[in-house]
């Protein structure tokens, strides 16, 4: 997976209905997508408060950085000159990674210059069945909140359409991950 792209690069069905939208229409139309066809996500917080947003959702590496660059800073309503430095800020954090595990989510957030902290960013494959202490906490508290137990394991295909479920509601990790 390459995650090389340049401004108006994405020509994908997605991105074109995304477009159409403002950026907090565009967001929620991310965040209503299932992981399973649009696999590659991420998940941002307000540093202040600590207060998550939804997961959002892409077809490819490619579409999600640009989402990143544009609608995510869109969102943050800087004026030009500021949106524009944030935009190559966040470009360059990707630029010769291959995949999500090298990207540096620390130099992400100080891409966006403190506005914005990205709290994941991987595959729903990886959330489904990785380890690491987000992916693992956020398998429990769906069993939690399911009555499921309380275990992190793996997410078994006969649990997959309500983790979906799960993911889509906004009850994700509202504590400190």
């Known amino acids: 997976m390459d995650f090389a792209t340049s401004s108006g690069a994405l020509m ?3 991105r ?57 800073v869109e969102l943050l309503s800087f004026d030009e000159p500021d949106a524009t430095r944030l935009s190559v800020s966040v470009r360059r954090v990707f630029r010769g990674s291959r995949a999500f595990a090298t990207i540096d989510r620390k130099a992400l957030t100080a891409a966006f210059e403190g506005w914005c902290e990205i709290a994941w960013l991987g595959t729903f494959a990886e959330l489904c069945d990785r380890g690491g202490p987000f992916a ?25 359409d309500r983790f979906v479920a799960f993911l889509a509601t906004g009850a994700v990790g509202r504590d400190e991950r």
């Open 136 to 160: 693992t906490q956020i398998r429990a508290d769906f069993r939690k909140q399911c009555a499921l137990g309380g275990h992190g394991l793996p997410v078994a295909d006969e649990e997959l």
């Open 16 to 72: 074109a209905d995304l477009l159409r939208l403002d950026a907090p229409g565009a967001h929620r139309e991310a965040a209503t997508r299932d992981p399973r066809s649009h696999g590659f996500g991420y998940l941002a917080k307000e540093p202040a408060s600590g207060a998550l947003a939804s997961f959002v959702w892409f077809a490819t590496p490619a579409e999600l950085v640009e989402f990143l660059a544009t609608v995510e």
């Open 12 to 14: 994908t069905s997605d």
